[in-house]
């Protein structure tokens, strides 16, 4: 059903696209009023961002978040069954330690102060941008190692285009996806669908050498978004966008537990509208989001007991005012007020809870072109019901120290505010929490030649990195059940190295790109004589992360081979168990035929391409070697 339902919506969007595009001129680019995410732009001195090129976008389209950026960066995902939920660690820091904003809205969720990135596609979206490092100076509560920004940009030039994908994968695995962007110099609209199917049942060995079949892992999978922008006289911009996204999924158990009957439903609505006020030098932006999650994990055997319910909701409503001011000085300046009211109902929590938070920012940026360095100051201050938030400032430097030599320095303060879980947990809950309190310092040293015009392009950069996070909150256990206290304080450090190098030549054009981490993060409080973590690793942060991406275009083919290695990870606080270091190669080869104004494009994955055995969560099998076939329609 779902199947069809998929394949009726993209035929749907293909027959409307090719009708369309007979009674259309062809694309002619104009010149379009950029809206951008200005404080990554302009107040992030010092700091380290990934930004992901054209060919990455749309060899990864298909992909979810958590195997985009589980292939093309050196950070740390955590699957905790294949297809099942996904979390980060950014620079040893916890899952609730990183923001996932879609335009400039979190995401994580009021429960779990978390993001399952698993059910985020990644081409859903225009512009994806990683901030590495403290953010709360710009984006408030969470942003402690890092954040994930999610924007879809408008362009206001006329054109007419969109694409319609099917996939075909291992283990019956059935994707589609679609979208269609209508534009002038007045309108944008941009229209996509995705949907997935499958029953994830590979083969694996269990225990005693013998090969069974995942069960109970099957994945049904569908979403909805809605751009649309008005450009009034270039002086105002007015937005609506709107996202839609259910899944369901079965929980498989682990090989040493019993088959099991559970199940999980994600279930998300968001919606948010802007309004932009352009002047000669400045710019005001008034906009809102409201964000609702579901959440339902189904376990028969407990529930016919009436041991839990264990059904979350969330209702988040975010509104925001800001102003942006250049001055003839090559500076900037950004000041605004942000205003967050949550709300979630559980059993679990005895009910409904809520929380409100507001607060104020300035951000100034500096720039010497005299001397090619850029300064930012930023400071904000929240206030959050029943808290008292710190003042969060940072500072940053950035700029050109020798000829083709960069240098960068970032010093920030930052801080989280518990979760509804931490609070409210029923036993456990913690309503006298305080929030953790961080300070991040980060520098940097890179060289790079850019110059699109060069055969040879390269960047290579080194980041050295250093936090200190103060009344870090873990779950103790007390007479049977766990409390959550702020008892930890934890030190993460380390470097990442990276290395973007293009070499073009006539219709071959050569691209590598790798990153390697190396993260500690250790436990600097000891709770009693018997504490056996103090001064170890935590648990799941392997201190070793590798990625290297080698990719060749030529004309219209296209080959690419990705490497990926996980260091070791310990899966107990005293580090006396671990899981293996393993390594995952990927193989993608495709073909472009441009056929009129229609273009097919062919794509071939071989997945897990050296069949390795390996575990991300202890006792939960993976797949081998496995392929996905995509056809696209390119209009």
Known sequence: MILRLILGLLCCQVAFMVSFAQQCDSTIRLPGIEISAERLDYFTAGQKITMFDSLTKSMNESLNLDQMLSRNTSLQINNYNYNGLSTISFRGTGAEHTGVYWNGFLLNTSNSGQVDFSLIPSGFFNDLRILYGGGSSLFGSGNMGGGIHLNSKPEFIKQVSGNAALSLGSFETYEGQSSVVIANKKWYSKTQFIGKVSQNDFSYENLYGEVEKQENAALRQYGFMQDLYKNIADKYILGIAFWYQ????????????????????????????????????????????????????????????????????????HSEIQYDQKFWN?????????????????????????????????????????????????????????????????????????????????????????????RFWIPGGNENLEPENAWNQEAGIYFKNDNSKKKLRYTLASTFYNSLVDNWIIWIPVDGYSVAENVREVWSRGVELDVNITYSLKSLIIEWNSGYTLSRSTNQTQLSSVDDSYQKQLRYVPEHRFYTNLSARYKSWLLSYNQNITGLRY??????????????????????????KVSLYCQVDVLNLWDTEYQTIPFYPTPGRNYKVTLQIIF
Do not use: C
Not at 283 to 290: E, G, Q, V, Y
Not at 300 to 312: A, F, G, L, Q, R
Not at 342 to 347: A, C, D, L, P, R
Not at 584 to 594: D, F, I, P, Q, S
């Open 571 to 596: 899966t107990t606080s005293d580090n006396s168990e671990f899981l293996e270091a393993y390594s995952l190669g990927n193989l993608t080869a495709g073909k472009k035929m441009n056929i009129k």
């Open 330 to 422: 090559n500076s900037r300046l950004s000041t605004g007020f942000s205003y967050i009211h949550e709300q979630g109902n559980s059993i679990n929590w005895n009910g409904a809870v809520q929380q409100i938070t507001y607060g104020f920012y300035a951000l100034w940026s500096q720039l010497f072109p005299q001397i090619h360095w850029t300064v930012n100051v930023n400071l904000r201050q929240n206030f959050t019901e029943g808290y008292q938030v710190p003042f969060t400032p940072a500072i940053g430097f950035e700029g050109k120290i020798w000829r083709q030599l960069y240098g960068k320095l970032n010093l920030s303060r930052n801080f989280r505010v518990p979760t509804f879980n931490e």
């Open 246 to 317: 259910f899944n369901d999924r079965e929980t498989p158990s682990s090989i040493i537990q019993k088959p099991s009957d559970v199940s999980q439903t994600d279930e998300s609505i968001r919606g948010k509208v802007s309004i932009d006020r352009m002047f000669k030098k400045g710019k005001l932006t008034i906009r809102s989001a409201w964000l609702y999650d579901y959440y339902l994990y189904h376990d028969p055997e407990m529930i016919s007991s009436n041991v839990i319910d264990s059904k979350i909701s969330t209702n988040k409503s």
